[in-house]
């Protein structure tokens, strides 16, 4: 179960399951939905990890979490991983140095590091609103890597609108050309007169606000976010540490 971080408003649910919670956000009194509890993984699991694929602790990390998700949608968005540039290690581990490695997460559709979390998250977002009938408007705000991001894995998305914001000027000129060039019926682009965290904070302003909720009920259209304010993609990009860490143990036989 996920709980909210501030305390409960009388309005909200106070403990909610993960499928609510990545549909849903933005909890009271402006806080998120984080785990009640977080799983173990113990000598034991990183031991077995040093000869699983990537697609494979995904799995079982998700199943340690006990998400209400159908196995089949899970498998579906882990299987997007194939469209990186190596579909059997998607987030290659590079040496520099004797003692300094990298882990390259620019090997996405859109060369942004986002697509690891995002790729598997749009997936499952979109299939949770189309097995609701309900349509969603995701909002994004990005300095340069998540709105490609977002605006590839929801491109054409049934039951899914997206709304994604970027300071104009702050982001380089192939992030914005990514962004304003997609060409998905369901997506729109906006250059805002600021900087990232203006970009920001009228995202989080507009979650919480009762008013634009109200205008958006009234077109039959429910409220989420694809940044790292929704626990969905924050649990994505935890995987990938675990995985790193997994495969560093391996080479340097180090016990947690």
Do not use: W
Not at 20 to 38: R, T, V
Not at 48 to 56: A, V
Not at 210 to 227: G, V
Request: with cysteine; glycine share 6%; charged share 25%.
């Amino acid at each position: 179960m996920f709980i909210e971080t501030r305390g409960n408003d009388g309005k909200k649910p106070n403990k909610v399951n993960f499928s609510y919670a990545i549909l849903n956000p933005s909890a009271s009194f402006g806080g998120l939905y984080i785990p009640e509890k977080l799983p173990k993984l113990d000598n034991d699991f990183f031991e077995n990890s040093q000869h699983k694929s990537y697609k494979e602790i995904t799995k079982e990390i998700l199943q340690k979490f006990k998400i209400d998700i159908d196995e089949k949608v899970i498998d579906k968005a882990i299987s997007l991983y194939d469209k990186f540039d190596d579909s059997k290690n998607p987030v290659p581990l590079s040496k520099v140095e004797e003692d300094l490695y990298i882990n390259e997460l620019y090997h996405g559709p859109t060369r942004a590091f986002k697509d690891m979390a995002l790729q598997p998250f749009g997936y499952i977002l979109s299939e949770l609103a189309k097995k609701q009938g309900q349509d969603y408007l995701i909002l994004a705000a990005t300095s340069g890597d998540t709105g490609p991001a977002v605006l590839d894995t929801f491109s054409n998305k049934d039951n899914i609108k997206v709304a994604c914001m970027y300071p104009d000027g702050g982001t380089s000129d192939v992030q914005r050309l990514q962004m304003v060039t997609q060409n998905g019926k369901n997506l729109q682009v906006l250059g805002i007169v600021g900087n990232f965290d203006d970009a920001q904070n009228t995202l989080k302003s507009l979650l919480a606000s009762p008013t634009f909720k109200d205008e958006l009920q009234k077109q039959n259209i429910k409220l989420s976010a694809a940044n790292s304010v929704n626990f969905g993609r924050i649990i994505f990009q935890i995987i990938t540490d675990i995985y790193l860490f997994a495969n560093r143990k391996k080479q340097m036989n180090f016990t947690p």
